[in-house]
């Protein structure tokens, strides 16, 4: 099993709202509303970048009623540079491992980013059923909403319903189909492989689940963030 490292905390503020994470050459960032907080390898701070607007290379807050919503998620290049889901303002943003702002690709809202193992970028959209591959100069679609009746959504509870979930390896696209309990695949076509999983609490049965992660062995880790524990399905399953 594993064991407790340490908490990560900011020398005289406490974290806004971190929605997620990524590690970068010993370095963890960490995306907090519209803001970007770098640590080293042992959990010390090292310093924060980022500033709210709409002009080139800030990130966009969106005011819900009160809960104040930005960027959706960060991941890591190939060469190492951090991209940035900048959904409010309708674009991704791409920063250097020290947050200095490089471009922005525009896109319509994007909500989850994952690259392949060739380093390919895909990106899911946020509130429709999109999932698109940047091939370096533009977008083109994967996956339209031809599958939407696979996925449950609940307006009133976006966060535990849709797809909360992305990860691509080995010529398969893993989605997680949180509000149905399920992980759904496809191959780089659009074609529907398989669902696997189903509501439950027993082996290989989830509870909305949310996070995927595709490992150096192939073995695909599962957040069932309902029943409160990781799931790993080895290879071949």
Same mark, same amino acid.
């Given at each position: 099993?594993?064991?407790?490292?340490?908490?990560?905390?900011?020398?005289?503020?406490?974290f806004?709202?971190?929605?997620?994470?990524v590690?970068?050459?010993?370095?963890?960032y960490?995306?907090?509303?519209?803001?970007?907080?770098?640590? =080293?390898?042992?959990?010390?701070?090292? &310093?924060?970048?980022?500033e709210?607007?709409?002009?080139?290379?800030?990130?966009?807050?969106?005011?819900n009623?009160?809960?104040?919503?930005?960027?959706m998620?960060?991941a890591a290049?190939?060469d190492n540079n951090?991209?940035?889901a900048d959904?409010?303002?309708?674009?991704?943003n791409?920063?250097?491992?020290?947050?200095?702002?490089?471009?922005q690709i525009?896109?319509?809202?994007?909500?989850?980013?994952?690259?392949?193992? &060739?380093?390919?970028?895909?990106v899911l959209?946020?509130?429709?059923?999109?999932?698109?591959?940047?091939?370096?100069?533009?977008f083109?679609?994967?996956l339209?909403?031809?599958?939407k009746?696979?996925?449950?959504?609940?307006?009133?509870n976006?966060?535990?319903?849709?797809?909360q979930?992305?990860?691509v390896?080995n010529?398969?696209?893993?989605?997680?189909?949180?509000?149905?309990?399920?992980?759904?695949v496809? =191959?780089?076509?659009?074609?529907?492989?398989?669902?696997?999983?189903?509501f439950?609490?027993?082996?290989?049965r989830?509870?909305?689940?949310?996070?995927?992660?595709i490992?150096?062995? =192939?073995?695909?880790?599962?957040?069932?963030?309902?029943n409160?524990?990781?799931?790993?399905?080895?290879?071949?399953?």
């Open positions: 099993g594993g064991s407790f490292l340490y908490n990560l905390s900011l020398p005289g503020e406490d806004i709202k971190p929605v997620d994470a590690i970068v050459k010993d370095k963890i960490v995306l907090d509303l519209d803001r970007v907080h770098i640590f =080293d390898k042992n959990g010390n701070y090292i &310093k924060s970048f980022g709210r607007g709409e002009d080139e290379g800030k990130l966009g807050v969106f005011d009623y009160g809960d104040l919503m930005g960027p998620d960060i290049g190939e951090l991209y940035i959904t409010f303002n309708d674009r991704i791409i920063y250097d491992a020290n947050g200095k702002f490089l471009r525009e896109i319509q809202e994007p909500k989850e980013i994952t690259f392949d193992e &060739k380093g390919n970028m895909y959209k946020n509130g429709i059923f999109s999932l698109v591959k940047w091939d370096g100069m533009s083109k679609e994967v339209n909403d031809r599958f009746e696979l996925f449950y959504e609940d307006e009133r976006p966060e535990d319903s849709g797809i979930g992305i990860a390896k010529g398969r696209i893993y989605l997680s189909n949180t509000g149905n309990h399920k992980i759904e496809f =191959d780089l076509k659009g074609t529907h492989i398989e669902s696997i999983g189903g439950g609490f027993e082996k290989g989830f509870n909305t689940p949310k996070g995927i992660f490992d150096n062995e =192939d073995n695909l880790i599962v957040a069932d963030s309902g409160h524990r990781l799931i790993l399905l080895k290879k071949g399953r």
